[in-house]
């Protein structure tokens, strides 16, 4: 089965947002949509529910039946193995990664990253052929392999200065999605917003990829 592995710190705000948001994206798309979307933490406490604001961002009740069945979990090297793509909210959990399976480096990025690598132009480099992998599982390959090989030649993201980070003028590494979850609301509102974009734009460049 084709999966598509989401990390992030504890896995209570920023990958299972994306998780959710890249389910429901790529679902849309002809040859990814048999994509099964899943996430996990470097830092777990195991068992905690999706944050209460990511939670309403996907129109989900914080508590009562139809709440969220997220629950946290640690993110281990099968889990890694398992997954055609890993794409993590910062570099920091991209990091920890490599540590722990340094033979996935080549599918592993930051979502930001991959947004990045997704929207290059053909002509970096033409790594990807309409019609390659008929399966799910080979599409995901493909991709991961289009995106790998356009790794230093496509332009990095710019870096974003929005909300609480802005305001105290340090820029957020480009390649980022700045952890707000415990910074007040407005740097929380941020960071849910961050991933939002962040995975549309992922969408809609992989959505254009010739075919």
């Known amino acids: 089965m084709a999966r598509i592995l989401v990390v992030c710190s504890a896995n209570v705000c920023r990958s299972p947002l994306a998780e959710q948001l890249l389910q429901a994206r790529l679902s849309t798309i002809p040859g990814f949509d048999r994509l099964v979307c899943s996430s996990a933490g470097i830092e777990v406490s195991r068992g905690h529910e999706m ?74 480099i033409a790594t990807w052929r309409p019609g390659a992998g008929t399966t799910a599982d080979q599409r995901l390959s493909d991709l991961a392999a289009l995106l790998n090989a356009r790794r230093g030649l496509a332009p990095a993201p710019k870096p974003e200065r929005t909300g609480l980070f802005a305001r105290f003028g340090s820029d957020v590494d480009p390649l980022d999605i700045a952890d707000g979850h415990n910074l007040g609301k407005r740097a929380h509102r941020t960071t849910l917003r961050s991933v939002q974009r962040s995975v549309e734009r992922f969408g809609a460049a992989v959505e254009a990829l010739p075919r």
């Open 51 to 124: 944050c209460v604001d990511a939670a309403a961002v996907l129109g989900l009740p914080s508590e009562g039946p139809k709440a969220s069945a997220h629950r946290a979990r640690r993110v281990t090297k099968s889990m890694i193995g398992g997954a055609g793509l890993v794409l993590t909210a910062s570099r920091a959990e991209r990091s920890a990664l490599a540590k722990l399976s340094p033979e996935a480096r080549s599918k592993v990025f930051t979502l930001r990253e991959a947004a990045a690598l997704a929207e290059a132009p053909d002509q970096a």
